[in-house]
């Protein structure tokens, strides 16, 4: 529903991705694959983030104060450039919810598979980004020097933007998420941190029955 509204209210954008991003010689500039699990001391906490972009808000609202009129702080936005940037940051919230992911990396394509969401998809030929096509809009990647920037493109002009950024040691991760819509003055962004764990091999195996149920065993099943 509440990227519905969004649609809605949005019109034709341009993409955050610039075209520069979209190309780059010999091998992916950074490898980001493996398990990732959420660093939640590390995180951006959403009020917070929220405050500080209703007062960029208030500071973009046009002064229509008379010439000559005393300061009065800042401006009170409307309550529809509110509603607007409330949804932009709800969106992001639910967004950035996964708290592990595994990126898959090859020589041409990452696919960061996220928790109890869909998938993200990079494809990369000859150095150049491939777009990509999924249910909810078309996928665009690049590379701004090690930074991999991820961009969905939505009917109607509303964007996500992701930018992963792996330390030099490959054993952390930040993603700053932007989510961007026309019907804002303002996008949202915030940032979610990611420490690399090795993901132990389960001793159960598991096979689903006629029944439709699960059997597990720390043995060999038989049928």
């Known amino acids: 529903m ?15 991705v610039v075209e520069e991003t979209r190309y780059f010689r010999g091998a992916m500039p950074a490898d980001f ?13 959403v009020n917070a983030v929220l405050r500080a972009a209703y007062n960029k808000l208030a500071r973009s609202v046009p002064d229509q104060r008379y010439p000559g009129s005393p300061p009065q702080g800042l401006a009170t936005p409307s309550p529809k450039d ?4 409330l949804a932009l940051a709800r969106l992001a919230e639910e967004i950035t919810r996964p708290d592990e992911l595994t990126i898959s990396q090859n020589d041409h394509e990452i696919s960061v598979a996220r928790k109890d969401d869909f998938s993200l998809q990079c494809a990369f030929y000859d150095g150049v980004a491939a777009s990509i096509e999924n249910p909810y809009g078309t996928e665009i990647c690049g590379w701004d020097g090690r930074q991999l920037v991820s961009n969905l493109i939505l009917p109607g002009g509303l964007q996500v933007t992701h930018r992963f950024t792996i330390s030099a040691d490959g054993q952390q991760m930040r993603i700053v998420t932007t989510v961007a819509s026309s019907s804002s003055r303002v996008p949202f962004t915030i940032r979610r941190f990611y420490s ?3 993901r132990s091999q389960s001793s ?3 096979i689903e029955t006629l029944s439709m149920k699960r059997v597990c065993s720390t043995g060999e099943i038989r049928q």
Do not use: H, I
């Open 82 to 85: 509110t509603a607007s940037l």
């Open 204 to 206: 159960f195996n598991c």
């Open 33 to 45: 694959s493996g398990s990732w699990e959420r660093n939640y001391a590390q995180d951006d906490e």
């Open 196 to 198: 690399k764990f090795r």
């Open 2 to 16: 509440l990227l519905s509204c969004l649609l809605m209210a949005a019109c034709s954008q341009q993409p955050v």
